[in-house]
């Protein structure tokens, strides 16, 4: 059965950084595609960033491009998502997913697999 753990959220100020985690379990993913969505209060769960787990590969959205990156360590079967410069507006819960096909995983709830979610907070 596949798991998908995320770890690493918090409150922290604006300006601050965090390094949320994503552990995965069940199989293998070297062929997957991961990525990392959010949800704020009243909004609906957008795409934040997503990774290739055959060659790192990487797309992010526009408003955190450059201060988000993401990454992952096949050998851990875990996925990172580096976040600097925080702002309030990142507030929000950070969930973790996964998919065989890069479409299926960019499109907000059509990943085959999800984590339970982390609560990010960004006070100013």
């Known amino acids: 059965q596949v798991q998908l753990v995320e770890s690493g959220g918090g409150l922290v100020q604006a300006g601050d950084s965090l390094k949320l985690s994503c552990a995965a379990s069940?199989?293998?993913?070297?062929?997957?595609?991961m990525g990392w969505f959010r949800q704020a209060p009243g909004k609906e769960r957008e795409f934040v960033a997503a990774i290739s787990w055959i060659d790192g590969s990487t797309r992010y959205k526009d408003s955190v491009k450059g201060r988000f990156t993401i990454s992952r360590d096949n050998a851990k079967n875990t996925m990172y998502l580096q976040m600097n410069s925080l702002k309030p507006e990142d507030t929000a819960v950070y969930y973790c997913?996964?998919?065989?096909?890069?479409?299926?995983?960019?499109?907000?709830?059509?990943?085959?697999?999800w984590g339970q979610g982390t609560q990010v907070t960004v006070s100013s």
């Open positions: 997913a996964a998919d065989p096909t890069y479409v299926r995983l960019v499109r907000p709830g059509t990943a085959a697999y």
């Open positions: 069940g199989r293998t993913f070297n062929t997957w595609f």
